[in-house]
């Protein structure tokens, strides 16, 4: 009896690792105010200023913005980061890292037409999914 082995042909590329976010609430964490509220002012401001946080809704009392990308690890020390320092829990959350941004009532792993803007609003002129 011989045994035969079976070759694949694998691409020579990597596949991308998966990447993550934490998004907070910031309307709702303002609205609570006290401290955690000025910790998160700082922190926010050096978020923005390396490239790591992204505003997906923005109102006049907060909005929501989105820390990353990470790696699972690193999107969970943020996340513990911030309840650390006084941010209550269900106010950031990990989820997946998208390059088109979802907004918080989205649950899907692609862009939809929730988070995908009007056509007359993008640049490229695709037909959101």
Known sequence: MTTQQLALDVDGTPPAPE?????????????IGGSPTEWWTQSASQF???????????????????????????ATFA?????ENGVRPELATVRRW????????????????????????RQDGAQPS
């Open 19 to 31: 990447q993550w976010g934490v998004v907070v609430d910031e309307a709702r964490l303002y609205s």
């Open 48 to 74: 923005h200023r390396s490239g790591r946080l992204r505003h997906l809704t923005t109102l006049i009392i907060g909005g929501s913005g989105l820390l990353g990308p990470f790696d699972l690890d690193d």
């Open 79 to 83: 996340r513990d980061h911030l309840v």
């Open 98 to 121: 998208t390059e088109q941004p979802h907004l918080l009532g989205c649950r899907k792993a692609a862009p939809c037409r929730l988070c995908t803007p009007t056509t007359t609003e």
